[in-house]
T-cell receptor, first 111, second 113 residues
């Protein structure tokens, strides 16, 4: 069983549409990160959210950390073909030193 | 240039033939990890190291060994590879576990026949 569940697993949308990706857990995380991965490359960090309820914006991307620090969401406004990729949430629990990744959301933005 | 390097990038081997995948970082990071990535399962942590000579199991350590004799290097050893270890492997590092920002290597595509 994955500690972090992402939904949807696959998403195909038209350029200009908005979308939201969800990352959920029953465990409390000290922080959550979002990464983007291109085919054949390693994941690259987009953002880290640390405080419950925190909202961070990165251009057209908005990230939110749930109040209870068990979930997070990524919202993309007016998606562009360049947003195409695999989006991964990840984080460490309050106790322990392991790091966990979500199952991933594969996004395709069609021109 | 700050980076994490892995070698080899691609490897095809046979069951039971010992292999080592090297990982090196030049950022003086304390925390290093190995992950495997499989379709539908995301990235799963195999082993991690908090610092030199300190290693611990992640979620899927069976069949793997690691060592951390120097801060910059964190090799992944498969003593007797099996076909279920066919996967895409990533090494990652971060300044410390609490800094959370992990930097990833380019990946090693391993096929065990």
């Amino acid at each position: 069983t994955q500690l972090l569940e992402q939904s949807p697993q696959f998403l195909s949308i038209q350029e200009g549409e908005n979308l939201t990706v969800y990352c959920n857990s029953s465990s409390v995380f000290s922080s959550l990160q979002w990464y983007r991965q291109e085919p054949g490359e390693g994941p690259v960090l987009l953002v880290t959210v640390v405080t419950g309820g925190e909202v961070k914006k990165l251009k057209r991307l908005t990230f939110q950390f749930g109040d209870a620090r068990k979930d997070s969401s990524l919202h993309i406004t007016a998606a562009q073909p360049g947003d195409t990729g695999l989006y991964l949430c990840a984080g460490g629990l309050i106790t322990g030193n392991q790091f966990y990744f979500g199952t991933g959301t594969s996004l395709t933005v069609i021109p | 240039e700050a980076q994490v390097t892995q070698n080899p990038r691609y490897l095809i081997t046979v069951t039971g033939k010992k292999l080592t995948v090297t990982c090196s970082q030049n950022m003086n990071h304390e925390y290093m990890s190995w992950y495997r990535q499989d379709p539908g399962l995301g990235l799963r942590q195999i082993y991690y190291s908090m610092n030199v000579e300190v290693t611990d199991k992640g979620d899927v350590p069976e069949g793997y060994k690691v060592s951390r004799k120097e801060k910059r290097n964190f090799p992944l050893i498969l003593e007797s590879p099996s076909p279920n270890q066919t996967s895409l492997y990533f090494c990652a590092s971060s300044f410390s576990r609490t800094s959370y920002e992990q930097y990833f290597g380019p990946g090693t595509r391993l096929t065990v026949t």
